[in-house]
């Protein structure tokens, strides 16, 4: 190996990062190469000596301020936040939901639309305050003809 | 068991504040201290850091593990780092380093500029030790790729495919790049050095 390829190598020999082989080749060119070798020794005084700078505390309102920085950020807009609703509002929407399916599969029976003729109705308007009167008109069929000019009787009858 | 930053972050993603929160107790003081030691200044750093943090919480809704968190943190951080060391520099670049420059204050009076000296101040001066001094020094030598790429490789001890990564070089130019650094560390201190290898 030669001083130029041993510059490639020379930090990683320092820092032990070398594979093994490489490791070999190295120290069989230092046993050789005195300024190697000097060159080797100085990188590893200079490592030691950078490891005396003293490490600085960053200041007491230091996360305070990355904290603010933070919160001011705008809120970015999300399609899909609207989904995102509290477990408690979504169990009570839930729970409506299927009082709402219940209460729509059990009602009561539908009422029968009354059957009249427009015509008629309009005619005996008086007459549909009573509407089971008019939807059954059976007692209607048993009632008797009606005399001649006796138009007042079956009123009253009714 | 702690999680991962990888899954730090996809929690974040998912909302999780609580975990933002992790990152951010377990990365602010190697961030602070990349960037303190890229700039110089403590003030900068920091707003630097702060601004790295909020970065990351903006790109959580497209955060995709491709890579690891560190590698694409520090790259963050190493892009912020660098443009403003050229900033700095370039605002010093303008003015006379030899006689003061007189601008307007915005209160509209004049006052004289002093211009920042590289070195630090007096104060710094008589509370630092001389070594730490000469340290901090040699790094500030450096160009500004070259200290990244220390300070990745010393006090991050990332990877060297990671270091390439963030300073966007292959790991052949980032050996190189390092090699560079270092024989310019111990020239610049080789009284320190010597002494640490006498007996």
Sequence with gaps: MSCEKMESRILAYVDGRLKESERLDVEKHLAACAPCRLRVEEFRAVCVLLEELPVIEPSPAFDARVRALVAAEPVKANWWAWLKVPPRVALAASALLVAALWFGTHQGPTPQPIQVDDAQMMQDLPVLEDHDVLTNFEPLKELPPPADDDSDNVQQQM | MARTDVQLMLDVKAGDEASFELLLHRYRTPLVNFLYRM?????????????????????????????????????????????????????????????????????????????????????????????????????????????????????????????????????????????????????????????????
């Design chain 2, 39 to 199: 700039v110089r200044n403590r003030e900068q750093a920091e707003d630097l850091a702060q601004e790295v943090f909020l970065r990351v919480y903006r790109a959580r809704e497209d955060y995709v593990p491709s890579a690891k968190f560190t590698t694409w943190m520090f790259r963050i951080a190493t892009n912020l780092a660098l443009n403003s060391v050229r900033d700095n520099r370039y605002h010093k670049l303008e003015d006379s380093i030899d006689a003061p420059v007189m601008i307007d204050a915005e209160n509209g009076d004049e006052k004289v500029l002093e211009v920042a000296d590289k070195h630090p101040n007096i104060e710094q001066h008589l509370v630092e030790d001389a070594r730490v001094k000469m340290i901090r020094h040699a790094i500030d030598k450096l160009p500004e790729k070259q200290r990244a790429a220390v300070l990745l490789h010393k006090y991050q001890e990332l990877d060297y495919a990671e270091i390439a990564k963030i300073l966007s070089c292959s790991e052949s130019a980032l050996k190189s790049l390092l090699f560079r650094a270092y024989e310019s560390l111990r020239v610049e201190l080789a009284p320190l050095v010597a002494v640490q290898g006498r007996p």
